[in-house]
């Protein structure tokens, strides 16, 4: 593509050089840069692209786009100076691929918690309904029944119109992805078209990128203060700054609620570990999915179709077919009667969320024990927060590990135990390996308790150390159940 065609409606602060050369890609990363390329320098937290101008140069860069023009500029190439790195990048990359956010229908969720579940029960319902739509989330990237690995929550601005170029060439007529406050804050959402965009929650969390929940807040409202007139702003009204979401919004507003009055109203009408049953909007229907969270997730699901103007009984039909999100209150069974619970909840919201909806079900016959960690490298000031929580909603808390990272998972057990009130120091123990942990679980219940398996859900390996090792909590359960029953 010409370079001039790439810079379309791009705010520049001047050009240097040749506008009409052809670019054979662009990159923002000067190793990946090769002949005829265009290298966007950008100035992150870690290092500034800046510094390695001419290093892409060397490796075949042709333009290059950057904040601060280099004091000797190389020949033969052109230098285009821009005010904002990141949020040109974002209008070139959609450039470069054709716009395709502009062929489909495309709906992004915002919020804390619910993220994943939403985007992909979205993905599900539209395949109920008979589309072949296209997801971008935290655990997989899908294009109708093809699946690739998802590296981050919210892809870079490049690979995202990638995913939306492969999707409108292979027929998607909608398309669904997760929007990350680390993504609206490095602009990876600029530059893309949003008909539809929903608001889960916000609670406590990335404290440590974002330092102040204010900071957080704001970043979340972006996504809707910049949709455009023609979309449609959906959010949580039982959140206390559902609201705040739109107050600056050109888009239509819209929101759902299980407590207070809304355009969409839930009620859950019946609820057991097998599932709900669930009214919107004065029709009762059923679905395998349990926990109040997951009618919020519904509600919101629900809420999105009725806007894109499907009719609600069809919506209802394609939602009861639903199956389970993996990691997400996913359950299983041992021979003697326990239940386990496998689940994501790795916020001091989420886990109180899964804890209310096990206790609202269970009927205090039944002990509940919690396995829990938090990850390392991470906000640490949930994690006194999360101790508090689980040791108040449990029967039994056993501490763990969860991703430690490259911390001392014994300083993070000590940040968890620190929330502990002392009335419930006779409720928690520290099994630092979270094998041995669960396994200590298994050897406490007896028949019909309930024992959650809390901070993973979907992932399947555990970092320590800066390395990966294999770990996925359901498996070790299963595997764990099959040799104590020999």
């Given at each position: 593509?010409?370079?001039?065609?790439?810079?379309?409606?791009?705010?520049?602060?001047?050009?240097?050089?040749?506008?009409?050369?052809?670019?054979?890609?662009?990159?923002?990363?000067s190793?990946?840069?090769?002949?005829?390329?265009?290298?966007?320098?950008?100035?992150?937290?870690?290092?500034?692209?800046?510094?390695f101008?001419n290093?892409?140069?060397?490796?075949?860069?042709?333009a290059?786009?950057?904040?601060?023009?280099?004091?000797?500029?190389?020949?033969?190439?052109?230098?285009?100076?821009?005010?904002?790195?990141?949020?040109?990048?974002?209008?070139?990359?959609?450039?470069?691929?054709?716009?395709?956010?502009?062929?489909?229908?495309?709906?992004?969720?915002?919020?804390?918690?619910?993220?994943?579940?939403?985007?992909?029960?979205?993905?599900?319902?539209?395949?109920?309904?008979?589309?072949?739509?296209?997801?971008?989330?935290?655990?997989e990237?899908?294009i109708?029944?093809?699946?690739f690995?998802?590296?981050?929550?919210?892809?870079?601005?490049?690979?995202?119109?990638?995913?939306?170029?492969?999707?409108?060439?292979?027929?998607?007529?909608?398309?669904?992805m997760?929007?990350?406050?680390?993504?609206i804050?490095?602009?990876?959402?600029?530059?893309l078209?949003?008909?539809?965009?929903?608001?889960?929650?916000?609670?406590?969390?990335h404290?440590?990128?974002?330092?102040?929940?204010?900071?957080?807040?704001?970043?979340k409202?972006?996504?809707?203060?910049?949709?455009?007139?023609?979309?449609?702003?959906?959010?949580?009204?039982d959140?206390r700054?559902?609201?705040?979401?739109?107050?600056?919004?050109?888009?239509?507003?819209s929101?759902?609620?299980?407590?207070?009055?809304?355009?969409?109203h839930?009620?859950?009408?019946?609820a057991?570990?097998n599932?709900?049953?669930?009214?919107?909007?004065?029709?009762?229907?059923?679905?395998?999915?349990?926990?109040?969270?997951?009618?919020?997730?519904?509600?919101?699901?629900?809420?999105?179709?009725?806007?894109?103007?499907?009719?609600?009984d069809?919506?209802?039909?394609?939602?009861?077919?639903?199956?389970?999100?993996?990691g997400?209150f996913e359950?299983?069974?041992?021979?003697?009667?326990i239940?386990?619970?496998?689940?994501?909840?790795h916020t001091?919201?989420a886990?109180?969320?899964?804890?209310?909806?096990?206790?609202?079900?269970?009927t205090?016959?039944?002990?509940?024990?919690?396995?829990f960690?938090?990850?390392?490298?991470?906000?640490?000031?949930?994690r006194?927060?999360?101790?508090?929580?689980?040791?108040?909603?449990?029967t039994?808390?056993?501490?763990?590990?969860?991703?430690?990272?490259?911390?001392?998972?014994?300083?993070?057990?000590?940040d968890?135990?620190?929330?502990?009130?002392?009335?419930?120091?006779?409720?928690?123990?520290?099994?630092?390996?979270?094998?041995?942990?669960i396994?200590?679980?298994?050897?406490?219940?007896?028949?019909k308790?309930?024992?959650?398996?809390?901070?993973?859900?979907?992932?399947n390996?555990?970092?320590?150390?800066?390395?990966?090792h294999?770990?996925?909590?359901?498996?070790?359960?299963?595997?764990?159940?099959?040799?104590?029953?020999?």
């Open positions: 593509m010409k370079l001039s065609e790439i810079l379309n409606n791009v705010k520049t602060l001047g050009t240097f050089g040749d506008e009409s050369r052809e670019i054979s890609e662009i990159v923002f990363d190793r990946q840069a090769a002949e005829g390329a265009l290298y966007v320098a950008m100035k992150g937290t870690v290092s500034d692209g800046h510094q101008i290093s892409a140069i060397e490796n075949g860069a042709k290059v786009v950057c904040e601060d023009l280099p004091e000797e500029q190389a020949e033969g190439i052109t230098f285009i100076k821009v005010e904002n790195s990141a949020k040109a990048l974002a209008k070139m990359a959609a450039n470069f691929y054709g716009n395709p956010s502009e062929n489909l229908v495309l709906v992004g969720i915002t919020g804390t918690n619910g993220k994943t579940s939403t985007t992909t029960l979205l993905f599900e319902t539209f395949k109920n309904l008979g589309f072949k739509p296209a997801l971008i989330s935290t655990v990237v899908r109708g029944d093809e699946a690995p998802s590296t981050h929550t919210t892809p870079d601005v490049l690979t995202l119109n990638q995913i939306l170029r492969k999707a409108v060439d292979a027929g998607c007529e909608y398309a669904f997760e929007v990350s406050s680390h993504g804050h490095q602009n990876r959402t600029d530059g078209k949003f008909k539809v965009a929903g608001f889960t929650n916000i609670t406590h969390d404290l440590d990128y974002h330092k102040t929940f204010d900071e957080y807040i704001k970043v409202k972006r996504f809707f203060d910049e949709l455009p007139a023609d979309a449609v702003a959906i959010t949580n009204l959140d700054n559902g609201t705040v979401m739109l107050q600056n919004t050109r888009a239509k507003k929101g759902y609620a299980l407590k207070t009055l809304a355009d969409y839930g009620k859950i009408s019946e057991d570990f599932g709900m049953l669930l009214n919107f909007n004065g029709k009762e229907f059923w679905t395998a999915l349990t926990g109040k969270f997951n009618a919020y997730n519904l509600l919101l699901v629900y809420a999105v179709a009725c806007e894109l103007g499907f009719n609600a069809e919506i209802l039909q394609a939602i009861s077919k639903l199956p389970r999100v993996k997400r359950t299983l069974k041992s021979e003697s009667g239940f386990f619970i496998v689940d994501y909840a001091p919201d886990l109180e969320n899964i804890l209310d909806s096990i206790n609202q079900i269970r205090n016959n039944e002990r509940l024990i919690t396995v960690g938090c990850g390392g490298d991470r906000d640490s000031a949930k006194p927060q999360m101790g508090k929580i689980a040791t108040r909603k449990s039994l808390a056993i501490i763990t590990s969860d991703n430690p990272r490259k911390e001392d998972p014994k300083q993070i057990i000590e968890i135990a620190a929330g502990i009130e002392p009335q419930h120091f006779a409720k928690f123990t520290v099994i630092p390996d979270r094998m041995e942990a396994k200590a679980a298994i050897k406490f219940a007896e028949p308790d309930i024992v959650l398996v809390a901070g993973k859900g979907h992932e390996y555990q970092e320590i150390n800066g390395v990966k294999h770990f996925d909590d359901k498996e070790v359960i299963e595997d764990l159940l099959k040799k104590m029953s020999k």
